[in-house]
């Protein structure tokens, strides 16, 4: 794992390393060089599979954090390759020529983040929300907790406990 | 009279004459040669009239004043007088013609011209045998003077080698006429006849030395590269003479010297002939320039002439009759093709389709192209009719075989022209103009054709007449073709009204049910005709000419009307055909496998007049030779009409790219043609068998393999039209394996089943005509939903469906019903269940054409598309009541028929009680079954509609579609490749081997045309070389083998 | 809206440009209707056997589609109360919405519960159908299942087991037979209020109001 | 035979007998299925409830009127070719209307129903219900060819196409039975019968899951309910068809119900056996094993 990570140092920029396990770490790149590396990784470092394409909203740094995963099936180990980006007019390089299916992750990520992959394929396609108008859910500016009840007809009455004080409450209602 | 020594008094008088006149007044001098060429028409008409009618005796005339050998002798006989008028009409017709190009080429070529014929006028006249190599020397060389006065290249190079070949020939002639002179001592012809120079040591060689430079003279294959490459190049007009007139006098000669020959020398003469036909047509099949196509087409015919003077022994009596007939047609089509070639100008078979800018001159080339083909009625095909019958009569089967096979490559190739020229794409090629001297020789030509033709068929010399009177109401259509479509169209259908009328009461038994299929099936489909707008030029006479074929078929007492008939019928439907839109390739199998069947009928017809004398239908019922093999020539015959498995490949395109009410013309009327022909022969032949081979039961099966396989490959179409035409090939596959059964029951099944399928095929054509016409597409696939927008074809096309399914309680179930007791009552089995296999596979297509067209989604496009016009759902609802009727009362249909068959067939009759049927094994009551089905089905649909009166009317998306809803109709209509697991399961069955060897046949043909095309390489020496060649060969072959010994 | 249901022209054979609405032009865009019940008597042999043929629709809504199967196991055998599953929404009666439901899903779900002949009925199962349950402040699910569509029984718990469910069909065959399993009509009655709610959240409406 | 206005109350009282033993035969066949999976299963009476329930759906929809006729023609179908047979041997009330015709139309008769079935399915639009009729259509093919055979090899064994008297014919002990005296012929035709039936290995046509039951996914209620009829009735008629060619028909209700009811289980004990096969695998195997022992029937009839 090591090597690998000094091999990637000798060409790019890696601006911090995480040693999770033994066979998974995660690096973070630049924006400009993320893909550049991930093709690196891809096709000289064995790393062919894509485990997933993710996104964090990190609204105090004002940024978005987008994670690659990638798996080597041969030496079975994973590298997660992070890039931060900006959250304004969040925007990222699509790598779906590298793997088909990020065409979909990145679909997903427009829908739910509102980042963009220009010539991504259909990434303006509706993915699970059919006609969706207010700002993309996963931000976390967006109260979910205030749109539902804006939006769905909250049942009067309801009442939400936590469920461990509730449990505690009912187990135990003596102490 | 006047003499016959003025004809060449006057031409050579004019040749002097026009001399003086050299650039003074070219109109002038041509007006004077012109008026010379009248005058020697003038006499030998004359002649000829005197001695058609005054019984004038034949005139010997001597210049010179000495009597022969020592003079110049002309003989004027009733042969020469025929010859010259045809030389001098040709001539002055070909003056007009040449009007505005002899003019401009000046007095010379005029001088030429009327040398050329003089020359020609004493070779045909003289019975000197030098003054007979003088004067063709001298229209030799005026010809190559013609050729080459043309000053363009290739004229030049052409006349360059003609000169080169005639000087080999008139080498050899020479020589062999002064041999003739040592032996025998004397030029006069009739000496050297009455001398058998033959006998004599030494003279044989002599005679074989003129012989083979008259039959060189006749360009007889494979030594005739040099005159390909003549016809090609020179003038239209000069190519006319070369192969018609000088054609004319070379065949004189032959003709006038052969006495002087062996016997053997017809078989020589005969041989060559024969070979020149087949071989020169041969190779005219790869040709696409129209010009030496022609060429190819002139040295076929003459030795197809050639074959006919040699088959003297063969013929007989008959020989003139024969020659006359094919050399005038030989004459006057080919004469007239050439012109058209000089109008048109394009040298490319393909661009001929500019032809049709002007539709009178398709006219005048479809008479010239049917004419040389020898279609009726044209005197080739009189001519041609003898000449087959006689080589029967007399076993020449090879040369029956032969002939009939070059005839039939020739029609290859003059068709697929013809094909180009009505049907080619004619948007970017060049205008034409037609000047009245150029059409005015063709249009007498063409009309000179059907006056002889008439003029032949009075000489045929058997008692039947034939019925011109269709002929006549065609001509009067194609006169009245500036009339839009409604008035003849009335008329049209007044005229086969009439004409029904006036045969009901003679029509007796199977000819009566035919008769109404043909006529009261034509005037019906003719209906359909108001729907169209505008004038729809040339249907009408084209329409008129099937039926007119069809009843003369049915009117048909001689095996000679009846072949009139059909060649009249094949014409009239091929010209429909060709009407479609992406039809030539289409229509051109068809004229080719129809006229393939028409030879096999003629042979099969000849081969059973052999020891009879009259040509009565019923000569097939007491054949004396070869039944089986006449029995099959006819059968097969026949069976191209039926479409029958391994002969059917030209129906689909055919009948699929016809238009709307075209279609079942030819589909629901024509094909029962075949079915009528069969009948015939049955009726006639009765059983045949090829050893123990039972030739029915062959017959059987290749009944019901048809019905399998043309309902399979049906079932896989995505065309409707296409689907129909297969529909077609499996139904006829029912009608053969029913009229192989030979039985009562199986007669009824077949006869009562070509009924049915007229009615209900004009019902599905018409219908999806209809819907085609609207939709403007043939692809099924692409339509759907269009029961909203047609309910009433829709009627039409489920009755129609429900009967070629044979369910209860419409008519088509009786057909199947009767069909299975025939087959008990039969025994065979295995075709049978072939048979009713296929009966099941119908199914298929039936829901196909329904399902695909008619229900499922609606598109886009035709969600504004109108009900089929009026006039085509008239006569569908016409036949809809029939067939009604038929079904409620299964024996107004029924048992008519089976009492015509009760004569031929008495055992094993249906009996009647009523509406019940009885046969030996089962019982069938129609009319009850009728009313218990729509008595239950009246029943159960009123409780229902009583069930749910309030139901609600949706559109035709709202579908349970799985929680999602359709977006396209395209997407939605499940169409295309309908039947696919069927297709992967049964799909082999389908591969197209049967047009793949067909296919293989014509190519391979085409690929030994090109082979042996190779040797014609334009090269003079090789032309040269050839000739030598050829008289090394034929002399070693004449005699090694049997000649003079 | 999808491509496909956007207004195009097309050119009919005969050359002239046609103008189609495929929205308008492919689904009937007729109003549901209400069906009075018959004379009594019938009605209530009719109700009888409406209870006693209970065709469930085959369309697993949420995760409580997983409780529907053992139904059809031997250890439940449904069918032996007249329960039985049907793969078109036109021949089924009963609908039942299993969990959670989506706005993507409650679309459909409404599409194919306007597709089901008058009358029909549906059994909410679970928490979430009643207040939206441990998804009740979801952006993405909603709250309350009766203001889309009239509810007949509601089993509540999450997940009920198939007992539960057994026992609301049980429910719901007595609420038929007293003549209460009038949902259809409800919908048809309250169709505008039923569409607001509905068109509230479902944003991208691409289908005639009412799906016959 | 002459048609008289009894003959239509005998129909009647036919049609109601058929019905009921119809209804009954599937509740308690499905009841056996159930009971063979350790279930209880539905009610042996569950079918009517199903009938009567269907009647009283409210509301229908029509795509048309193909569509609306469809199950009017199934249901005339599946009557008419109960009416056209002898139902029990030597009885004049349950011969209905045999003396229209004779075996070739109560053969061909089964394709009314199918045909108008498969035309009503079609105008609804669906594709899935023209792809479950092109299904039924490629199967119904080929299990015709070693039914008719099978048929061809019986008419010829009793030279007569007379399904009384081909009854007559068997009468007097099993040993008279075809499926004795002509046991290739029966076997063709048993294997057709599998096909016919439409049970599983075939039943490729309605394939619930994968097709939504095939043509008729867009029947509902009423339509639906005369379809359910159909079902009953026809299933009924075809093997009272089998019964009367192969197993020497019936002389009373209880002789046809014992009969049928053994008929119908040799379906079901295979359908049970096998799996379903896809369309060409079926067409396929329709088209050589009983193709060739239809051959082998004609063979041993022919000589």
């Known amino acids: 794992m090591k090597d690998i990570i000094d091999r990637i140092k000798t060409k790019y920029t890696i601006s911090e390393v995480v040693e999770q396990r033994k066979n998974l770490s995660f690096v973070t790149v630049s924006k400009e060089q993320a893909i550049s590396i991930i093709t690196f990784l891809r096709d000289i470092e064995g790393f062919k599979h894509l485990v997933l394409l993710t996104a964090a909203d990190w609204i105090e740094n004002d940024k978005f954090q987008l994670t690659y995963l990638l798996n080597n099936p041969t030496e079975k180990i994973d590298l997660g390759v992070r890039v931060f980006i900006s959250r304004e007019n969040a925007s990222m390089e699509s790598a779906h020529h590298l793997w088909e299916q990020v065409a979909t992750y990145q679909r997903e990520l427009k829908e739910m983040f509102g980042i963009d992959f220009p010539d991504s394929p259909g990434v303006d396609k509706p993915f699970i929300l059919e006609g969706w108008e207010d700002i993309p859910p996963y931000r976390r500016d967006f109260d979910t907790k205030q749109y539902s009840e804006d939006t769905y007809f909250p049942r009067p009455g309801r009442e939400s406990n936590d469920p461990a004080e509730y449990m505690k409450k009912k187990l135990y209602p003596n102490e | 009279m006047v003499g016959p020594i003025y004809i060449i008094a006057i031409a050579l008088g004019t040749a002097f004459f026009l001399g003086f006149f050299k650039k003074a007044n070219r109109t002038f001098s041509f007006g004077l040669m012109l008026l010379a060429m009248a005058f020697m028409t003038f006499i030998s008409a004359q002649w000829l009239y005197a001695f058609l009618t005054q019984n004038q005796e034949t005139v010997q005339i001597f210049t010179a004043g000495f009597k022969p050998p020592f003079s110049i002798s002309l003989q004027m006989g009733f042969h020469e007088s025929i010859f010259l008028t045809i030389i001098n009409v040709l001539g002055l017709f070909s003056a007009i013609y040449l009007f505005g190009h002899l003019r401009d080429k000046g007095v010379n070529m005029m001088m030429v011209f009327v040398v050329l014929f003089m020359g020609l006028n004493v070779v045909v006249m003289t019975r000197d045998l030098f003054n007979l190599f003088v004067f063709l020397e001298i229209s030799t060389i005026a010809i190559i003077g013609l050729i080459l006065l043309e000053k363009k290249e290739d004229a030049i190079s052409s006349g360059f080698k003609y000169l080169i070949a005639s000087g080999i020939i008139s080498g050899l002639l020479l020589i062999g006429i002064i041999a003739v002179y040592y032996y025998s001592e004397s030029l006069f012809i009739n000496d050297i006849i009455a001398s058998k120079l033959m006998y004599v040591k030494g003279g044989t060689i002599a005679t074989f030395l003129i012989l083979i430079a008259l039959v060189l003279e006749l360009k007889p294959f494979p030594a005739n590269g040099w005159a390909l490459d003549v016809y090609e190049s020179a003038h239209p007009g000069v190519g006319a003479i070369v192969s018609s007139a000088s054609a004319t006098a070379g065949i004189f000669i032959l003709f006038k010297l052969l006495p002087a020959f062996s016997d053997s020398a017809y078989y020589i003469i005969a041989v060559i002939g024969t070979l020149t036909f087949v071989g020169s047509n041969l190779l005219g099949i790869k040709q696409n320039k129209a010009t030496r196509l022609l060429g190819y087409s002139s040295i076929g015919q003459i030795g197809l002439v050639m074959a006919v003077i040699g088959l003297t022994p063969y013929l007989g009596d008959k020989t003139m009759f024969i020659a006359f007939g094919l050399l005038l047609t030989h004459i006057l089509a080919k004469a007239g093709l050439f012109w058209l070639a000089g109008i048109v100008k394009s040298k490319n078979i393909r661009d001929w389709a500019v032809i049709r800018r002007n539709p009178h001159l398709l006219v005048l080339m479809g008479t010239f192209v049917f004419a040389l083909i020898g279609f009726p009625p044209f005197p080739s095909f009189f001519a041609k009719w003898e000449l087959i019958m006689q080589l029967a009569n007399s076993s020449g089967m090879v040369w029956l075989a032969f002939i009939l096979l070059g005839s039939f490559i020739e029609g290859i190739y003059m068709f697929r022209w013809f094909g180009y020229a009505v049907k080619g794409e004619n948007k970017d090629l060049p205008e034409f103009k037609i000047h009245w001297n150029k059409i005015l020789p063709a249009i007498l030509f063409a009309i000179g054709l059907y006056a002889f033709g008439y003029y032949s068929s009075t000489l045929t010399g058997i008692a039947g007449k034939f019925n011109y009177l269709p002929l006549l109401f065609i001509v009067f259509l194609y006169a009245i073709d500036f009339l839009p479509v409604y008035i003849k169209n009335t008329i049209s259908i007044a005229g086969v009204g009439y004409y029904l009328y006036t045969i009901y009461p003679g029509l007796e038994e199977y000819r009566l049910v035919f008769g109404l299929i043909f006529l009261a099936g034509g005037m019906l489909t003719l209906l359909a005709g108001y729907a169209y707008k505008g004038k729809r030029q040339g249907f009408y006479p084209l329409t008129i000419m099937m039926f007119a074929g069809l009843l003369g078929l049915i009117e048909a007492k001689t095996t000679l009307e009846f072949f009139f008939a059909w060649e009249l019928m094949t014409a009239g439907s091929y010209f429909l055909i060709i009407r479609g839109k992406k039809s030539m390739p289409h229509a051109l199998s068809y004229i080719l496998f129809s006229v393939g069947g028409a030879y096999l009928i003629l042979a099969g017809f000849a081969l059973a007049h052999i020891d009879q004398n009259t040509f009565s239908l019923d000569i097939l019922s007491n054949v004396q030779y070869y039944a089986p093999v006449i029995f099959t020539l006819l059968a097969v015959g026949f069976m191209t009409k039926t479409a029958s498995i391994g002969l059917h490949i030209w129906l689909p395109g055919a009948h699929a790219e016809a238009e709307s009410d075209v279609s079942p013309m030819v589909s629901a009327i024509l094909l029962k043609a075949g079915v009528f022909g069969l009948i015939i022969l049955m009726l006639h032949m009765g059983f045949q068998s090829f050893g123990n081979v039972d030739i029915y039961y062959i017959l059987a099966w290749i009944g019901a393999i048809t019905a399998v396989m043309g309902n399979m490959m049906a079932a896989f179409q995505e065309d409707a039209k296409r689907l129909l035409a297969y529909s077609s090939i499996g139904f006829l596959g029912y009608t053969v394996f029913g ?24 019902l599905l054509f018409l219908a999806i005509g209809g819907v085609v016409w609207r939709v403007k597409t043939k692809e099924m696939y692409k339509m759907g ?15 129609g469906i429900i009967v070629i399914s044979g369910v209860p309680p419409l008519t088509g179930f009786g057909g199947k019903w009767i069909l299975y007791n025939a087959v008990l009552d039969k025994g065979w089995f295995f075709p049978a269940a072939a048979v009713f296999f296929a009966g099941i596979i119908a199914f298929l297509y039936c829901f196909r054409l329904i399902h695909t067209i008619f229900l499922g989604q609606l598109k886009d496009e035709h969600r504004e598309v109108k009900e089929a016009p009026f006039w085509m759902l008239v006569p569908q609802y016409i036949i809809l009541g029939v067939i009604m009727l038929f079904s409620a009362l299964p024996n107004s249909l029924l048992k008519p028929i089976g009492e015509i068959l009760l004569p031929y067939f008495p055992d094993g009759a249906l009996e009647w009680q009523g509406q019940l049927a009885i046969s030996a094994f089962g019982y069938w009551n129609g009319k009850l079954i009728m009313f218990i089905v729509v008595g239950i089905f009246v029943t159960v649909f009123a409780w229902l509609w009583y069930m749910n009166r309030n139901a609600q009317k949706v559109k035709q998306f709202n579908i349970g579609y799985s929680a999602e809803r359709p977006s396209l109709p395209e997407t939605t209509h499940f169409a295309y490749n309908f039947f696919a697991p069927y297709k992967k399961v049964l799909g082999f069955l389908v591969t197209p081997v049967i047009s793949n060897f067909w296919d293989d046949v014509s190519e391979g043909i085409h690929a030994v045309a090109d082979k042996i095309r190779r040797i014609y390489d334009g090269n003079a020496q090789n032309y040269a070389l050839h000739i030598i060649m050829f008289v090394v060969v034929f002399y070693l072959i004449a005699f090694g083998g049997f000649y003079g010994i | 809206m999808k491509e496909d249901f956007k207004k195009r022209t097309v050119i009919s054979p005969d050359g002239k440009p046609i103008e189609i609405d495929p929205v308008k032009d492919y689904f009937s865009d007729a109003k549901p209707k209400v069906y009075k019940p018959a004379h009594p008597v019938i009605e209530k042999f009719a109700n009888w056997a409406r209870a006693n043929s209970l065709w469930v629709l085959g369309f697993g809504t949420g995760c409580g589609a997983i409780e529907m199967r053992p139904l059809m196991t031997p250890r439940f055998d449904a069918y032996r109360y007249g329960i039985q599953w049907r793969p078109t929404p036109r021949q089924s009666s009963v609908f039942v919405i299993s969990g959670y439901l989506s706005v993507k899903t409650l679309k459909r779900v409404v599409r194919t519960y306007e597709q089901m002949q008058n009358p029909k009925f549906v059994i909410a199962l679970g928490s979430c159908t009643i207040n939206g349950g441990m998804y009740w402040d979801s952006y993405n699910t909603i709250n309350r299942l009766d203001h889309y569509l009239p509810v007949d029984v509601y089993v509540a718990g999450c997940m009920p087991r198939p007992e539960s469910l057994l026992t609301g069909f049980e429910e719901l065959k007595k609420i038929i037979k007293e003549g209460r399993g009038e949902g259809a009509n409800k919908y048809a009655e309250n169709f505008d209020w039923y569409k607001a709610n509905q068109k509230k959240i479902i944003k991208d409406w691409d289908m005639p109001d009412y799906n016959w | ?51 009567i329930k269907n009647y009283a759906k409210r509301s229908t929809i029509t795509h048309g009127v193909m569509f609306y006729i469809a199950p009017v023609f199934r249901l005339s179908g599946g009557i008419g070719l109960l009416l056209f047979m002898p139902v029990i041997f030597g009885s004049e009330i349950f011969s209905n209307f045999s003396f229209a015709g004779d075996l070739v139309l109560v053969l061909y008769f089964q394709f009314f129903g199918i045909l108008g079935m498969a035309l009503g399915a079609a105008e609804s639009g669906h594709p899935y219900s023209a792809i479950g009729v092109s299904r039924g259509l490629s199967q119904v093919t080929s299990f015709e060819l070693p039914l008719t055979l099978g048929v061809i090899a019986i008419a010829m064994q ?70 359910q009829l159909n079902r009953a009735i026809f299933p009924v008629a075809k093997l009272i068809l089998f019964m009367n060619l192969l197993f020497g028909g019936a002389t009373n209700w209880f002789e046809l119900i014992v009969k049928t009811f053994f008929i119908y289980m040799w379906s079901v004990f295979v359908g049970v056996v096998y799996p379903r096969f896809r369309v060409d695998q079926s067409v396929r195997w329709f088209l050589t094993v009983p193709l060739i022992i239809g051959i082998i029937a004609i063979i041993l009839i022919r000589f």
Do not use: C
């Not at chain 2, 939903?785 to 009755?799: A, D, E, Q, R």
């Not at chain 4, 063979?36 to 409830?49: A, S, T």
């Open chain 4, 1 to 51: 035979m002459e048609f008289s206005i009894k003959n239509i109350g005998y129909a009647l009282l036919t049609i109601f007998i058929v019905l009921n033993y119809g209804l009954i035969l599937q509740g308690i066949i499905r009841k056996i299925g159930a009971r063979v999976g350790r279930r209880y299963g539905i009610r042996w009476y569950q079918p009517y409830i199903d009938i």
């Open chain 4, 158 to 227: 009793y030279q007569t196409l007379n399904i009384t008297e081909i009854v007559a014919a068997q009468q007097g002990g099993f040993l008279n039975w075809t499926v004795i005296t002509n046991p290739f012929a029966a076997a063709a035709m048993l294997i057709a019968f599998l096909g016919a039936m439409g049970r599983s290995p075939f039943d490729v046509v309605l394939a619930p899951q994968e097709i939504p039951i095939g043509p008729p996914t867009e029947f509902h209620s009423g339509l639906l309910g005369v379809l």
């Open chain 2, 739 to 762: 009229l192989a059964l030979m039985s009562h029951l199986g007669w009824l099944a077949a006869i009562s089943l070509s009924v049915i399928h007229f009615m209900f095929k004009t």
């Open chain 2, 785 to 799: 939903g269009l029961i909203k927008k047609m309910p009433f074809t829709f009627i039409s096309v489920l009755m």
